[in-house]
């Protein structure tokens, strides 16, 4: 089972940033929080993945809270082509079958003109 | 363009046949992942193979296997099909033992009448 809520659905005007929540209060030490996207039935496309320390990369940045029961994926400035639905997961970054990409439903996000 | 190869992009067959679906992962990776994502049961990790070994198991039904071979790339074999095996199955594929991002295809689209 996936170990992470997300809303189901958010609405963003295009140019502004986007939040993405994410909670995933059981993740364990050695779990990293990755962030992936689905275009309308393309191929799910990674983004992002932390451990503790927020990071940044040329297509999002993700804040990790202290205590690591939560996270935020932000997209700096939205357009109409980040419209996708946002997985949010957690996962081993060693091992078997902790490490497996399991996707849950994730967040809808529509980027409105 | 991921480096992910998926064919046929597209298959439409009966219910009781046989298929098998192929990927080739980005030059030097070594995992491959295979998913179904059907209307109604979202992203479904079925099977991962790491340097042609299974690796890990998901909800794979027992009709279906897969295997891969020594040069690195995977075939899905789907048999006895079913209308309810009509779906998308992705395959993705990393680069090592360790669980860092994987890149996915753009999926085989199979319809079964």
């Known amino acids: 089972d996936a170990k992470t809520t997300q809303p189901p659905s958010m609405d963003c005007a295009e140019g502004r940033a986007a939040n993405l929540p994410c909670n995933h209060s059981?993740?364990?030490?050695?779990?990293?929080v990755y962030w992936y996207r689905q275009i309308h039935s393309q191929g799910p496309q990674y983004i992002i993945h932390g451990l503790k320390n927020n990071e940044t990369n040329e297509m999002a940045s993700l804040i990790i809270t202290e205590d690591r029961k939560s996270s935020t994926l932000i997209l700096p400035h939205a357009t109409l082509r980040d419209t996708a639905v946002y997985y949010c997961?957690?996962?081993?970054?060693?091992?078997?079958?902790?490490?497996?990409?399991?996707f849950g439903k994730g967040t809808k996000l529509s980027v409105k003109p | 363009d991921s480096g992910v190869t998926q064919t046929p992009k597209h298959l439409i067959t009966a219910t009781g046949q046989r298929v098998t679906l192929r990927c080739s992962p980005r030059s030097g990776d070594l995992s491959v992942y295979w998913y179904q994502q059907s209307l109604d049961q979202g992203l479904q990790f079925l099977i991962q193979?790491?340097?042609?070994?299974?690796?890990a198991k998901g909800n794979i039904l027992e009709r279906f296997s897969a295997q891969q071979f020594p040069d690195l790339h995977s075939e899905l074999n789907l048999s006895s099909l079913e209308l309810g095996d009509s779906a998308l199955y992705f395959c993705?594929?990393?680069?090592?033992?360790?669980?860092?991002?994987?890149?996915f295809g753009q999926g085989t689209r199979l319809t079964v009448v």
């Open positions: 193979y790491y340097n042609g070994e299974e690796r």
């Open positions: 059981t993740i364990s030490g050695n779990e990293y």
């Open positions: 997961i957690v996962r081993a970054f060693y091992g078997g079958s902790q490490g497996n990409l399991i």
């Open positions: 993705a594929s990393s680069p090592s033992w360790r669980n860092t991002e994987a890149f």
